[in-house]
């Protein structure tokens, strides 16, 4: 989803010149995707997040019904953090391989949620959203913000996730996110 043709050409070449296997189409609005939506399974949407700018409800609405879609952004560097409306993010400025790793990466996601959860301590996708949200250094208030739940929901959410995995610290939530891979080392903004 991007208003620029030749940053849609430009992309479509990437990922077709791939191992990837996939099929590249091109939609410019919301509408267009939930149009698309309707008929057509997609597995990774590619956007511009300057689009999705005041559409937070209309995004949370289309993720919810289709829990299977992954979302990579574009990074233009204009918006500072990486947006919890995204999945993954990537520049124009970044190679091939680095832009194909990255959606490589969202693939292998959808193919295997089960591995984001352990049978030891069993995190639900909104405990690992809030976690995600910790490990990138992210406040109770700013993860409430960006999933749309109060900060009381947060902080049950952190008492969840001490209580099953053991650990309360910064560091240690980071380092069992890597290790269940749950986040990417590369992914973590410092």
């Known amino acids: 989803m991007e208003s620029s043709r030749i940053i849609y050409e430009g992309l479509q070449a990437i990922i077709c010149q791939s ?3 996939c099929r590249a189409s091109r939609i410019e609005t919301l509408e267009e995707l939930s149009v ?3 008929t057509t399974k997609v597995d990774i949407l590619i956007a511009n997040p300057l689009l999705f700018v005041n559409r937070e409800k209309d995004i949370r609405k289309i993720r919810k019904s289709n829990p299977t879609l992954s979302v990579a952004g574009i990074d233009f560097g204009i918006i500072q953090k990486q947006s919890m409306l995204t999945d993954i993010s990537f520049t124009l400025y970044d190679s091939a391989e680095h832009i194909i ?3 490589e990466k969202l693939e292998r996601k959808n193919q295997s949620p089960s591995q984001l959860k352990s049978e030891s301590d069993n995190l639900t996708r909104r405990e690992i959203e809030v976690l995600t949200g910790l490990v990138n250094g992210m406040l109770n208030k ?3 913000e960006a999933l749309n739940i109060s900060i009381h929901t947060v902080v049950r959410h952190r008492k969840n996730i001490t209580a099953k995995t053991g650990i309360r610290s910064q560091s240690g939530l980071t380092i069992y996110a ?3 891979k749950i986040v990417e080392i590369e992914d973590i903004e410092i």
């Open 19 to 21: 191992e990837l296997g």
């Open 36 to 38: 698309m939506l309707e």
């Open 101 to 103: 790793h990255t959606l």
């Open 142 to 144: 700013e993860i409430a």
């Open 178 to 180: 890597i290790s269940k």
